[in-house]
Structures are given as C-alpha cells and as structure tokens.
C-alpha cells in the first residue's frame, strides 16, 4: 500500500517535471524565432551603432547558435539560475519574486470570489429552477464566452477611471478582480447548475429523503459532494483562463505582476525573463491541474479504483 | 380490522395532465400487495404518491391513509417523522439508489442515526441490518462503496437501510427489474422473509406476475392509470377478469409459442472460439478463461449464466468489440481481432457478424432518424438495390410501419427501438447475429414479440445467431444447444433438451430452480425431462 502511494507520487512528480521541461524548451525556441534581437531595439533606438551592437551581442552571448544557448542557458537553469534580465540587469528570480506576490492576490481574489459567486448562483437557481436566478445563470455564462477580460478592462478603466474617476488608472487591484470573477462564475455557475438540477433526481437523493433525512443534510451530504466532483474536472480549463485573464488584466492595469513583466519583457527580446515568466506559467497551471486530480482522486472512490 | 394503508380516488396529474386516475387500494398490516401492470400504467407514481416521494411537478389529490395519518396533507417535517418511523421504500435500479462517494457504513448510519458516522452501538445495529439480509462479511461490506457491489448486494444494502427505521410498510418499486433471475428469487425470498419475521406489509410494483405469484396475498392490476383489477392473488389469477389481466397472466403461463424451424442441411461452422481467455486491467479474477465454442450455420447457440459470469465480454470479444488476452476466435473466416487493423477489414468482418445490445436506447444515435440509421447500415452493405427501396422492405421485415422511418429513437417505444436494433443488424445480410440480452428490458409481451421476430428471422435468413441472456425458460423454447457459464468458464454446453434433462453443473441446476420455479414452469421442465427421457 505504502509503496503504491510512494510510487505514484514519484510517477506524477516526474510526469509534472516533465511538462515543464517541454514548454520551457518550446519557450526558449519560439521567442528567439521572434525577428530581431534586444540589440535590434537599442539600433533602431539609436542608442547604439552597428559596430557596439556587433559587440553587444557577443557580450550577451546571443551571437552563439542557438542550440549552443540553450545549452548554456539549460546547464544554469539545472542549477537553479535562471540568468540576469538583459534590459535591467537584475537576477531574473528576483524579478519574478518581487511580481509574485501582485499576481497571486489577483489569481487567488478573482478565484475565490469567482467561485463562491458562481456557486451560490448556481445554488439559488437551483432553489428556484424557474426563476430569475436561472436567467442570471445564462447570462453570465454567455458573458464569461463573448466578452473578453481586456475588452471590459478598457471600458472599465474608462468609465470608473476617466469618466467618474472614482479609482486610479493604474495600480488598483478591485476592477480586475472584480472582471476575473465575473469570468470564473461564468464558467462555473452554469455546468454546476445543470449538474445540481441532474443530481437532484438521482436515485440516490430518493433514498436519502426515503431514509427521512432533512434537505439540508440531503443537500450538504449527497448533492452537493458528487456536483463538486463535476466542477472540480474543469478547474484545470477554468484555471487555465484566468491565467491568461491576469496576464492581461495587469497590462491594461499597469500592475507589477507576472503577466505585465512578461509582456514587457517580450516587448524588449529581453529573453531570460520572457522564459522565466512563461515558465512559472506552466508551473502554475500543472500545478493547479494536479491538485484538481488530487482532489478529485479524494472525492470520488471510483477514481482510486482505476490506477 | 382497519388496513393499515387506504387509498381512496386517488388522481395524479402533472399540470392539466392526468396521470393516474381513480385508483382503490387497502392494504392490511403484514400483508403482501403486488401491484402489476407495464410501464407507463401509474403503478409506480401510485406508489411513489404513498411514501410522498412523487417529482415535484407531479400532485396527488384524493385520499391516502397510513395508520392515523392523512398522507396528501402531511408537513415536510411530518412526513420526516413518518419516515423515520413507520414508512420506508427501496427503488428499481439499486446501483443508481447509493451514493456514490459514501461508503455503506456512512449510509446505513443516516438510517440508523442521522450521522455519518457509526457509534458503538450503533455498529451493532448496522451488523445485524446486513446479516439479516444475507450479506455476512459484514466488516467488508461496511467499507465497501457502492461500485465495489454487485447488483444484489446493494439491493440488499437498501433493503438494510430501510429495515433500519423498522418500517411498518415497506414500498418496493420494481426492486428486482435490474437484476438477473436467480438474484431476483432470492430478492423476493428475503423480502418474504423479512415480512413474516417482522410482521411488515409490503407494497411491491413490478412488471413480471411470475415473480410475485407466489408471495403475494393481494393483487392490484393497473392499466393505463387506472386500477383495473384487484383481488386475492389466487383469484386474480385463476380467475382473471380484465382483458389486460387475462393477457398477462396468459403471457406468463404459457410463455412463448415459438414457429418451428428446420435444422440447417448440411451444417458447416460458422464461429469457433478456442481457449479464449480474458482479464480487465487491475481486475483480480478472470473474466473468462478457456472458453471453448462453435456455432453451424442456421443453428441458435444460448450462452446462460447469472449476472458477472462473463456472458457479456464474451459476446463483445466474439463480435470484436474488445480483444482476448489469448486464444482464437474465428467467424466466417475471419478473425474479429482484424477489425482493428483497417477499415477494410473491419467491414468485411461487419457484412458477415453483428450484434444487438441490451440497451436499446443508448444503440441508437438520437439525432438520427431511423431512416439514416438504417440507410447508413445499408450503404455498408454493398447492396446493388437502391437504399431506398429496401428501408421500407427492411422494416416489414421486422414488423415495422414504414411510416415510422422519419422518427427519431425518442419517437418510439422500447420494443420498436429494438426492432430498429434488429433491423440494422439485418442490413448487411449477415451471417452471424450475436445478440446480447436482447429482451431483457422489455416487459413479458414485448419479449415474447421480440424473440418471435428473431427466430422467424433465423429460419427465413438461414443466419446463426447466439442469444445470450439469463432466463433459461425462454430460452430453453427456441435455443438448439445452450452453454452455461460461471465465473468466466463455461460449465456445460450441449443439446438444450439433454442438458435440462441431467443438468451436470450446480450453476445450470440454480438457474433451473429459478426459472422453472412457478408452476407453469415446473410443467414444462416435467415435460422436457419426460422428453428427454
């Protein structure tokens, strides 16, 4: 039993390791195929002539093939250094360190808020199958589809910022969450709805009433356990967006987080920190996928029967 | 004395629909009501109104008392108490009636508690529930979740956790339709039992007389939401007075008047599977294990067995739906392992073998109508007369109105939907037909319909077919040799007379007991063993 446990932790340890490596490896790749280099900027800037820029790019190591960068840049990342940025030349883990913090308030806010959101809408139109709640449910499912975060962004900034000018521009973390919520209740409010109006006339919530059990204890022990299950196989699609929903929302934003440095980042070749943006990335959408498996693997005993 | 339960004009209606309308019933305090009729009759809403668990669109108007109580006008919290104390219900599909997530412990313990969680004496209590209902290993099935249980089992575990509030009534909505037969008897003995040692009445609806003729003390017939006929079960049997209920006690007395075939001239073989042998990833045990078969052309091979024996993963490795571990299997030629090589080879092997399942609603694509169901059979046929032509042809054949073409499979009703199944199947001409619990769904007089068509079909078709199934009576009519499997192996195969004459094997002397069990039955296996002799 012990080594079974052992085993399959060291298999899905390996199995996340290695997603990481293989987009870190695209990443590497496809930013470099990107025409022109941090060099090419500073020229076309006219900071720099053709002769420093000659210069410049074999200081940087970016004159080398790019098999032979990435042989570098992968012998230091093995050693934990993800390299210096090119453009401000700090370490790029400090970077990533100091934006860290901005993007998980943002991540964990618009989760949290998004889900319990979308939760308790689901619940009441559930409660009222007919009502108004089951159109709120609809609507916020198309409007999580058809409007895009940095759309609404815009317009937010716009109205609350420059028209009323109740909040800053830049830098203010409450229209974001708010619009990422909006986003994940979406998502969430309308399979959850559909599999709470399904779950109710299973089976086996007519044994729990035939038992004599009260709704609530109906509601908390047999529904709401076995629709968890059902949201919880698409947190990995619904965490997937709002990651891409914060990397947007801090450009238009303007907030210090991840996604900002990263696009920044791009703008300016500036490669090491293009990677390790991207890369923590990954890192957290493999690392929510594996914890929606691991609590799914909790949750439903036929799963654990299967592996 | 007064009955324990009344209903009284009881009318049930969804809206301005009227589903049930004037029903009587009166049940005394440990008596046995069967209440019997075919889908869609009310028996089950009926039911349902009487333990307050009808859909919430439906309403229930009338009179229905149980003890002291007026039971249309009890509170949520009253009918809890009622619950709790004095009603309980187990339901048709026991599989679907368990939590999934919850171990048996936790479950039983909202019987016996209202917790989740077992107490000290409370553990006791759970113990003896299930040893009362046959399940022994007591300290396994506590821990155990509802997917690790077999068909019966979790009948029994719901049958424990009705037991639990020690209910004065018991309402059991077709508890035995999901199982197999021999199950079945021993679902319907323990509830027989648990009556006379508990002194508990039991309203039990079901679709088969057969199963309840001998436990039930009073009958209540139902035909299309109404109560057409109630009585002492003696009497409403020997003496039936409705037409429906004539046709029912008929269907089950004499079960299947079968045409006659002639054995095929010349036989050659037609399907052989040697050692086959498979196992499901992560499983303990075998599924099948060196299964040994053949089939000549224009014969009919049952293959019998309860449920779990490996008839169905048979019958999918024989058509290539899923590839032995080991051994060969060999249909007209060809080997079913070759469907997945190439598409090629996959309609080759289709146009000489296919197959018919159980669930006739999931076999057929809802969006389609029967129309492109079967044209798209066709087209795969190779056939040089234009499709359309041979639809309407195809569905006489299975005793269908052609008109019925443009429905979709929501427009039709079960034994329709199967007679499409069986169409389709017959598109490609083959050779070949494996049909998998074909009729195990439908009611007696569909199943007796169904079986007609297919045999009519054998002798006009000149095709083999294995019928697989786990009511020996019916097959034991039309099926020229049956094998009987147990646990992945099969037992026994021969002549079907020879064999029901000595039956060799304990498994094909079970599945006798039970199947031959009433006494129409018992006629017939004296008649067979007379024959046989």
Known sequence: ?307 | MTPLLTVQNLQIRAGARTLVTGVDLALNEGEFLAVIGESGSGKSLTSMACCGLLPFELTAHGAIRFAQHDVLALTPSEWRSLRRNGVAAIFQDPMSSLNPLMTVSAQLAEAINGTTRLDLASADAARNLLREVGLHDTERMLNAYSYQLSGGQQQRVLIAMALATNPRLLIADEPTTALDASTQAQVIELLQRLRQQRGMAILMVTHDLSIVRSVADTIAVFHHGRCVEQGKASAVITHPQHVYTRALVGASMQGVDLPLRKPAQAPHTVLHARNVAFRYPNAVRMALQGVKLSLKAGECLGIVGESGSGKSTLAKILVGAMQADSGTVEVCGLSPRDRWRSTRRNLAFARKCQYIFQDTTGSLNPSHTVARTLQEALLRSGDTITPTDRLSELMTEVGLDPELLSRRPDGLSGGQRQRVVIARALAVNPEVLVCDEPVSALDAHLQKQIVNLLVRLLGSRRMAMVFIGHDLALMSKFCDRLAVMDQGVIVEQGVTADMLGAPQSTALQTLMDHSFSDRAGSARKRALLSCAA
């Not at chain 1, 390299?83 to 618009?110: I, N």
Request: a positive charge; proline letters at 3%; one cysteine or more.
């Open chain 1, 1 to 307: 039993m012990n080594t079974a446990i052992v085993t399959r932790s060291l298999v899905v340890t390996a199995r996340m390791l290695l997603s990481i490596v293989a987009i870190a490896f695209v990443v590497f790749f496809l930013i470099r195929s990107i025409p022109g280099d941090i060099t090419d900027l500073y020229v076309a800037s006219g900071d720099l002539s053709a002769s420093q820029q000659e210069r410049m790019r074999s200081e940087l190591g970016l004159d080398a093939h790019v098999f032979e960068q990435f042989q570098v840049w992968s012998t230091q990342a093995m050693q934990g250094d993800l390299g210096k940025s090119l453009r401000f030349h700090t370490s790029v883990a400090a970077m990533l360190l100091d934006a860290l913090p901005h993007t998980l308030t943002l991540t964990a806010g618009a989760l949290i808020t998004g889900l319990s959101l979308g939760g308790l809408l689901a619940l009441l139109a559930c409660a009222f199958p007919t009502g108004r709640w089951r159109r709120g449910v609809e609507l916020l499912n198309v409007w999580s589809i058809a409007m895009p975060s940095f759309c609404i962004g815009i317009i937010a900034v716009l109205v609350f910022s420059i028209w009323l000018q109740w909040l800053p521009i830049r830098g203010q973390l409450l229209t974001p969450i708010i619009i990422l919520s909006l986003d994940v209740a979406g998502q969430v409010a309308k399979p959850l709805y559909e599999e709470l109006m399904d779950i109710t006339r299973r089976g086996f919530v007519r044994t729990a009433r035939a038992k004599g059990l009260g709704n609530w204890q109906i509601v908390y022990r047999h529904i709401l356990p076995n629709a968890a299950a059902v949201v919880i196989s698409l947190a990995g699609v619904i965490f997937g967006n709002l990651i891409g929903g914060t990397l947007t929302m801090e450009i238009v934003f303007g907030l210090n987080g991840v996604g900002g440095l990263t696009f920044t980042a791009i703008q300016g070749r500036d490669y090491p920190l293009v990677q390790a943006g991207i890369t923590w990335l990954a890192v957290a959408v493999v690392i929510m996928n594996q914890l929606a498996r691991m609590a799914s693997l909790w949750i439903d005993p036929r799963l654990r029967s299967i592996k």
